[in-house]
DNA sequence: CCATTTAGTTGGTGGCACGTACTAATTTAG
DNA sequence: CTAAATTAGTACGTGCCACCAACTAAATGG
């Protein structure tokens, strides 16, 4: 009855069920996890596609592939940089902002009603947990967790 | 400074940071995200196609290709049902299993080092949280988490 | 027995990711 | 100030993965 994950595979299905609910979410509007994945990034931010590949670690040949299948569903652009002639700046429609923010918001009333399995208090301490996790993780590599908060400068 | 993300974001990145991380070392050993799934759903079970697919959360024809490839690299085995000339049973072969084994010791690895950036006491508390998390969703969704445990009967 | 349902495969389509090879612009060296 | 090296981005070919629709064969049940 009372039986007890160890923290590793807690974390492994806890991952998959949320990817889950993401990708459930997403579906509905059509987007793949890489497309909601692009989209959340160009929220705060308006990268080339060099570093955009950084930003979602992956190869930038297969950026050239992801922004074309956004851009034909008219949900980013793509800006020629006023500095450099070679780059190519991406940035969210209106419409690619606001699919997003649909996403964003329906995906996060499921994780709400996941978490109302847990008692208030715990659901505090759980998520307070993850993100010191995640700001300790994100401080060691260098990441900024914040983008619009506190600009890279 | 001490930014705090909300439960929601906490859990969604959290979410990609650990796949990223089975990604990673699934890939070392050319394994996908859905063949890691397969050979961990297949260690203590041996169902059918049509088992698995509902298991995967997968159309049955997309778990044809899936053990296809698996099969090709001697992975698993395709095993006629003694019981219905339609079915075939999925089952790991040594090798299988240790790719299988391999791999989830290396993430295991990884995930204890990531959650080594918490003190010990907080470590055991999260790893209790997400525990109880997954136990109550998994009994309110009919999902048996431990199958090895406590078999279907 | 015949109609229906079920298990699994096949074939077609599209998304996604990679490596390689390429063009054009920029930077660096001599 | 050019020639070489680097950088940004794209094009192309390959393979994996997922779906749907159509199909065969076996089981079920009137």
Do not use: C, W, Y
Request: glycine residues 6%.
């Amino acid at each position: 009855m009372e039986a007890r994950l160890s923290a590793v595979d807690a974390l492994a299905q806890l991952s998959f069920l949320v990817q889950g609910i993401l990708e459930r979410r997403a579906g509905e509007r059509d987007l793949s996890i890489i497309q909601i994945r692009l989209l959340g990034v160009l929220r705060d931010r308006t990268p080339t596609m060099n570093e955009l590949a950084r930003l979602l670690d992956l190869d930038k040949s297969s950026v050239t592939g992801l922004v074309d299948r956004a851009q034909r569903r008219g949900l980013v652009e793509r800006v020629p940089s006023a500095t450099d002639r070679r780059a190519v700046l991406v940035s969210l429609t209106d419409h690619g902002r606001a699919l997003a923010a649909e996403g964003a918001a329906s995906f996060a009333a499921d994780v709400r009603l996941l978490l109302e399995r847990l008692p208030p208090a715990d659901r505090d301490a759980l998520s307070e947990l993850v993100s010191r996790l995640l700001v300790a993780h994100a401080a060691d590599h260098g990441i900024d967790l914040f983008p619009a908060i506190r600009p890279a400068g």
